[in-house]
């Protein structure tokens, strides 16, 4: 009477979900200055004041109803040739508008992209660590998860235990680079052997092996890192991409599905994909916000806090002796438990106040992922308690 | 390679999006003045000026991170609460916040809603007419579609031929009042005599058989005509809601799924619900709009421009000699066709400048569809066309 995939999917919130629901209950008891909560990305760094200043000038000048109107299925006109626009400049690309589908946000773009070129009884391959939905999106579209793990502890993906998973019944791997959990940005190099078996696999298999690149992060590296441009390598790409982390604005959810010019069939995956769209019940991404960005378009929020709270968590935790791999992208620290038990380790943290998400729902045992996207002076005040936890163990 | 089914449904659009693909092509060439665009029901009618205010003082005073932050998946606290007290005094109800999913829009609600209540090989049964996506949302959530007459002219439910498409394999039967296309409100005396039935079968059945209660429309109804509060009539419903017409947010995609908290197994339901918004990739609700909901439930656009442009169409049509059953709710007038195909109807029309929608694809034949949330001015415009259409048929 009821259905019961969608009762166990609701039923069971995610780890992540739960671990920051806990962190409410503990804070209620404790005082919220005793809790650090480590669990949820949800920004701190405020949207650039283009945006905000944008909005306002919209909001105020724009007839309401012309405003709020529905716009086309895959996005208004005008922001779809200003992202065909923006990506055709920064890359050297040659996209038409056509080739954007706008989105509510990553997870939808992730759903309608999967659900494009997946059919029931086929795999994705994800690379682990990995975002625990994909797992969701993947089932929704009757597809079977396939992990391939990477090398630590740098997580770059391990081109030889990727060919092996990647079956004749494979029909998209997906990447997600700068990553979430472990931070880690895939070189060039990586990437170019990860695209040459792709070829190689889409050959021998006389099919087409599609490549999902979810870049949510795409604007969040340091130390120099750059993300490689992925359609330039690999013609049949589909990249997905959000505004939550790179302009501040999770709770909008706007994004974007892109599928590069050169992918063998691209009218029909881009049919595909406002097909998929339609099947979940997606009308159109928020039209107040379409506008938005339309006008703001290659202006990112400053993103130093994070780089301040990288620098600072990496020296203080690597010198009370955890062990890190430092991370050039996104605002996640991936931290090594010291118990080969990272559920255990987890909580063990809380009793110090401490909110960490053991890394076994990202398909790797043995690491917590801290979320530093907060305030540098909560941080600093959570170094104490980090220094208490590893003493615990000795 | 492709998913077939996603190809299909992104590569045909629907009849509606079609026709007013075609009439932006009219108007290209035949000049805007010329063409009356009666397909689409984009509300014209401004949303009140108090929803624009609110929506200006909070993106002004709210910090922006917070503001732009994600919400709960259900949606925010504050307008959960603020839901449920506003039905609680509208209808002496006694729902908890708990009882609310704020969703991305109506098509998202009926998504999540269908996708609870709805296994793969069950039935929904739909009356006709129906808004033409309820197919695409049944049949994604692994259902098969039942359609049930109504009693023409009147468009009230047929209790008899709903009694015979209610199989025991059927979960859920959607109704639609104030209707989408026929402009039909349910009276209380239908409803009484639809939910009988339905305590009748799932008795019969042993099974619960859910309503799916989906009012967009609920605000908009004329000649004093009232909208029964279905949840009072019928313990298992689950209403979908949706800011879009009372609001005037369309392009926003804000609505609800109310899980009423009569309905056995309530909370598990709820669990469900949000776990088909998960599987859906459904994070939450635009955060703005929420708080901007949350301070103006219960203020809705002035449709007076609506009552008139029925007024003026129905007298008008009726004097042409057209076949019109007076509607009480909604933005559409559900006219009959001068000759038995509509499909021909529809092309003579579009000679004349006028673009009415086929009522084939609504579950019903031989009528068109107007929807009629258009300025005055150019519905009066419009009027000599429909007379020499009509002409055109002696």
Same sequence: chains 1, 2.
């Avoid at 760094?45 to 109107?69: K, N, Q, V, W, Y």
């Avoid at 994705?124 to 939905?133: H, L, N, S």
């Avoid at 595909?272 to 339609?278: E, F, I, L």
Wanted: aromatic fraction near 10%; include cysteine.
């Amino acid at each position: 009477m009821i259905n019961p995939e969608a009762y166990a999917l609701g039923s069971c919130r995610s780890e992540i979900r739960e671990l920051y629901e806990c962190g409410l209950r503990m804070k209620a008891e404790l005082g919220a200055e005793n809790v650090f909560d480590y669990s949820i990305g949800n920004p701190t760094t405020d949207p650039p004041e283009e945006f905000t200043s944008a909005a306002l000038r919209i909001l105020r000048d724009t007839p309401p109803a012309e405003l709020h109107g529905y716009t086309s299925a895959p996005g208004c006109a005008e922001l779809r040739a200003a992202l065909s626009d923006y990506i055709n400049r920064r890359y050297g690309e040659e996209t038409v508008p056509g080739n954007f589908y706008v989105t509510v946000g990553a997870s939808a773009a992730l759903t309608v992209a999967i659900g494009a070129v997946c059919t029931t009884g086929e795999e994705v391959v994800v690379i682990a660590p990995f975002f625990p939905e994909y797992r969701v999106f993947i089932e929704n579209a009757g597809g079977r998860v396939v992990v391939a793990p990477t090398r630590e502890p740098e997580f770059q993906p391990d081109i030889e235990a990727l060919a092996a998973a990647i079956s004749p019944r494979c029909a998209a791997v997906i990447i997600n680079s700068p990553n979430n959990p472990s931070g880690a940005v895939y070189t060039e190099e990586s990437l170019r052997a990860l695209t040459s078996l792709l070829r190689r696999k889409s050959y021998e298999y006389g099919k087409t092996i599609y490549l999902i690149s979810d870049e949510p992060y795409r604007e969040l590296v340091y130390d120099g890192a750059t993300v490689p441009y992925v359609p330039s390598l690999y013609d049949d790409t589909i990249v997905c991409y959000s505004y939550s982390k790179s302009l501040s604005l999770p709770g909008e959810r706007i994004g974007y599905v892109m599928v590069s010019p050169r992918t063998r069939g691209c009218d029909a995956i881009c049919d595909a994909v406002a097909g998929a769209a339609r099947r979940a019940g997606y009308v159109c991404a928020p039209s107040f916000m379409q506008k938005v960005l339309t006008e703001t378009l290659g202006i990112y929020s400053d993103i130093s806090v994070y780089d301040e709270n990288r620098r600072v968590l990496l020296e203080a935790l690597t010198s009370y002796g955890y062990t890190v791999t430092p991370p050039h992208g996104a605002f996640y620290l991936f931290v090594k438990s010291p118990e080969p038990d990272a559920h255990a380790f987890s909580e063990r943290a809380k009793k110090h106040g401490l909110l960490l998400v053991p890394s076994d729902s990202f398909g790797v045992p043995g690491y917590v992922r801290l979320a530093y996207c907060k305030r540098t002076e909560e941080v600093l005040r959570s170094l104490p308690k980090f220094r208490e936890l590893m003493e615990s163990y000795k």
